[in-house]
């Protein structure tokens, strides 16, 4: 497991912050804030994650409490704030989490299942936020999206989080009406999407770079190139179950050109299994990873990283690391 990314950041409680790879890697969190315990599974009130979200200074909020937290409303989440469930078992379920014209936010090792309601996702991040890392979080079993990123939210990565049960997983860019979601770029690895229908993830306009990721057992397809989009899609394994198409790509209307456009993928060094079939643009312009962020830490698609993805994806029993940074 040495080749997994940021190896040491549970060194400390705070060696999260600016860990992240890709396009969410200047993500600070709370890192200059206090320590905020949640005391409380209440969905408000003293103690609670809401009420420690809508504190406007930077936060690095922990659980000294775990158990399942039924959120009735959407919980906002503001600027600099660190949601860090190691070392507990949180669990939301009702609503989701929205980060709304927000920047730096870290939330790590939680989970998600049973969002209900019109336009529920596990984690909605819209309009106009950027910074964010998403990690080792498990997801399951919304009425929408497990994560969706729309509306000019940009700079983004999720990274070791486990996908299941789920019809629409991730969609990224919002529809062809929203040409300001040119800007999008997210970064996805590690990740472990296990028999979930479609969207990993579906693409308008953005820039997204998948590197060693799982998808397994899809419904309609793996991923899908919607309007304008670029996907760099880069040593991820796709293992079809009875359907075999792993790339998808639509046709739509941007609203400013009125030109019919789908989106690219490049496909380098991908493993495909069980009769997988991709049909990629490789001879058209896309952008390369290279161009935004000097490194990232992967290896080749092998059975030995669908092995450690399995067991490494998603929410984690880890121990909470000790805090050894002094907040003046």
Not at 109 to 118: A, D, T, V, W, Y
């Amino acid at each position: 497991m040495d080749s997994l990314p940021y190896p040491d950041a549970d060194s400390s409680l705070r060696a999260l912050a600016g860990r992240a790879e890709g396009f969410g890697r200047f993500s600070v969190g709370g890192l200059h804030g206090p320590v905020y315990s949640v005391t409380s599974l209440a969905d408000d009130g003293p103690g609670s994650l809401r009420e420690g979200c809508r504190i406007k200074e930077p936060l690095w909020i922990v659980f000294e409490v775990s158990g399942t937290i039924h959120l009735s409303s959407y919980l906002n989440v503001s600027s600099y704030k660190t949601i860090d469930g190691r070392g507990q078992r949180i669990k939301f379920t009702g609503k989701g989490l929205r980060l709304k014209e927000c920047e730096h936010v870290i939330i790590c090792n939680l989970e998600f299942e049973g969002g209900r309601g019109h336009d529920v996702d596990g984690i909605q991040i819209k309009p106009n936020s950027r910074h964010i890392w998403i990690d080792r979080c498990s997801l399951r079993d919304y009425d929408d999206g497990l994560i969706d990123i729309t509306r000019q939210s940009t700079d983004i990565t999720v990274s070791r989080c486990y996908f299941n049960h789920h019809d629409k997983t991730m969609l990224i860019g919002a529809d062809p009406s929203h040409v300001g979601d040119r800007c999008i770029r997210v970064t996805i690895h590690h990740c472990f999407f296990d028999g979930t229908r479609q969207r990993h993830p579906r693409v308008r306009f953005g820039k997204v770079h998948l590197y060693n990721n799982y998808t397994r057992n899809w419904g309609i397809y793996a991923l899908c190139a919607s309007v304008e989009s670029q996907i760099y899609s880069q040593c991820n394994i796709y293992e079809a179950g009875q359907k075999k198409k792993a790339f998808e790509y639509y046709t739509e209307k941007a609203a400013d050109t009125g030109e019919m456009k789908s989106g690219l993928i490049r496909s380098e060094g991908d493993l495909f299994l069980n009769g997988a079939q991709a049909h990629t643009f490789t001879e058209e312009c896309i952008f390369h990873p290279s161009e935004f962020y000097p490194s990232w830490t992967m290896e080749a698609a092998t059975d030995s990283l669908k092995c450690i993805l399995q067991i490494c994806a998603g929410w984690q029993s880890i121990q909470r690391p000790a805090d050894n940074m002094v907040i003046p």
